[in-house]
């Protein structure tokens, strides 16, 4: 419409994280997650299409790409390279809440935590039975020393002892 028209448009697309994006619409949109879902497929699909059929690399583009999460990390420098690509010269400086927040379970998270760390001691515990404990590795370096201590003693004799009779032989010479 706005081609035909001689106007040029830019299609600029947010996206979030899907897990959240699902979570607060939802909550505050659509309580009936089967068409929740429906409309999350149609939106997507809609989304790819727009990636495949418009322009995104040219100095007008026809679309831009927004990460609301990138937007949320790194803030006003993401946001002046987004205008400076849809060619807004701006010194305008939005603020930004992290929105995602309210929907990030802590009681959650810290419920997960014995989760992810039985998976970190299970890893540890492996390791422990193809190297030892820490105590074991140790005992093992401990061991190791000694014997190379008495491997080097064994030499110096060694040698101490062929110097000796190779004294002995030179003297008996004489």
């Known amino acids: 419409w706005y081609l035909e ?31 929740s879902d429906l409309e999350n ?5 809609i989304i790819l299409e727009a990636i495949d059929e ?4 040219s100095a007008d583009p026809a679309l831009v790409l927004v990460s609301y999460e990138m937007m949320v990390h790194l803030g006003d420098p993401y946001l002046q390279s987004i205008f400076k690509n849809l060619g ?23 419920r997960e ?12 515990t492996r390791r422990r039975r193809s190297h ?17 201590g008495i491997v080097a003693t064994r030499k110096e ?6 110097g000796t009779v190779a004294a002995r032989k030179e003297r008996g010479r004489k």
């Open 41 to 45: 497929s149609y939106g997507k699909r």
């Open 54 to 57: 418009l322009d995104q690399g």
């Open 5 to 35: 028209r001689g106007v040029q448009a830019t299609a600029v697309i947010l996206d979030r994280d899907q897990t959240i994006q699902k979570t607060s619409k939802n909550i505050k949109h659509c309580d009936n997650v089967e068409i």
């Open 157 to 162: 004799r060694r040698d101490n002892f062929k």
């Open 113 to 124: 935590a014995p989760r992810d760390q039985t998976f970190l001691e299970s890893k540890i």
């Open 132 to 148: 030892g404990t820490p105590e074991d590795i140790a005992a093992r370096k401990k061991r190791r020393d000694i014997f190379k």
């Open 88 to 110: 807004i010269r701006s010194d305008y400086i939005a603020p930004i809440e992290d929105a995602n927040e309210r929907y990030v379970d802590a009681e959650k998270v810290k």
